[in-house]
């Protein structure tokens, strides 16, 4: 929830004045973006700093830290380039393709380091989904998102 969260709460805080979208504006073959004007490079590394600093909080190095920001930030750019591909404007709702790889692909990657079963990946996975769902609406109701997702 951390890596997700925090490049919303980033762009609310410091608004558009430091953020520059990771893709630079490039367009895929399709004619349409990379990934789109909301994946910001200041978000990521955010992202990555803050679960980097936070997992010792919660018992974890901060090496695995690292590695879940950046794995579920590459989740959420995989997600954003997916719907561009299906011509889905940046900042749309997917159900499902908006919360699972980002919480999927740092679970497997660090499946090994955590030891995790494949019931607690998918268990986490779920509880992922919604938890990303509720504090998505917490966020449109306190105006740090523009629609929930």
Same mark, same amino acid.
């Given at each position: 929830m951390l890596a997700n969260g925090t490049p919303v709460i980033a762009r609310a805080i410091?608004? #558009?004045? $430091? $953020?520059?979208p990771v893709d630079g504006g490039f367009r895929f073959i399709d004619g349409q973006?990379? $990934?789109g004007p909301s994946k910001t490079i200041h978000g990521i590394v955010l992202s990555v700093l803050v679960t980097s600093l936070c997992a010792p909080l919660i018992? !974890?190095?901060?090496?695995i830290g690292a590695v879940m920001g950046s794995v579920a930030m590459a989740g959420d750019l995989f997600s954003s380039f997916v719907k561009r591909r299906f011509h889905l404007p940046s900042g749309s709702?997917?159900?499902?393709? #908006?919360q699972i790889p980002e919480? !999927? $692909?740092?679970?497997?990657?660090?499946s090994n380091s955590l030891?995790?079963?494949?019931?607690?990946?998918?268990v986490t996975v779920v509880i992922f989904f919604i938890g990303a769902v509720l504090v998505s609406r917490l966020f449109f109701k306190f105006d740090l998102r523009d629609r929930p997702n």
């Open positions: 410091l608004r #558009d004045s $430091f $953020f520059r973006p990379l $990934f018992g !974890l190095e901060w090496k709702r997917a159900t499902g393709l #908006d919480s !999927l $692909f740092p679970l497997l990657v660090c030891s995790l079963t494949a019931l607690e990946i998918a």
